[in-house]
């Protein structure tokens, strides 16, 4: 499954709508760099049907170096963009999910064992 990039939604939406592409650029770009601007601002953003960025603070803890287990590295509290999905996107990744389930299951059953 393929990733969705600014450049196909650009493609996507300029010709659904007749509007040139730099046009188009230049309306995403501006929509995710004010998106961006409010985050930085300490503001939630709703968007209906979507779903909800929300800031939140994540506490300070006591993490370990890898490489240096017996070292105790502080990990300090720093603010995080978190994402709630809204009922339709929800509704949609369910559905998604049943299909991906079903074919897993029909891959499973079809693919010989490994020798």
């Known amino acids: 499954m393929a990733n969705l990039t600014k ?13 040139v592409q730099q046009e188009v650029l230049v309306i ?9 601007e409010s ?5 939630n953003i709703e968007l209906r049907n979507f779903g909800v960025f929300e800031i939140r603070l994540r506490k300070g803890r006591v993490g370990r170096n890898p490489k240096r287990p017996g070292i ?9 963009v978190k994402f709630k999905a809204g009922k339709e996107m929800k509704a ?6 049943e299909k991906l389930i079903t ?3 029909a ?9």
């Open 7 to 19: 450049r196909d939604l650009v493609i996507r939406i300029s010709n659904e709508t007749g509007i």
């Open 92 to 97: 949609k990744v369910a559905a998604l999910s």
């Open 103 to 105: 074919k897993t299951v």
């Open 28 to 36: 995403v770009q501006k929509t995710l760099d004010y998106l961006v």
């Open 107 to 115: 891959d499973s059953e079809t693919t010989p064992p490994a020798v």
């Open 39 to 43: 985050l930085a601002k300490g503001k």
């Open 72 to 80: 105790d590295v502080p990990i300090p509290q720093r603010a995080v």
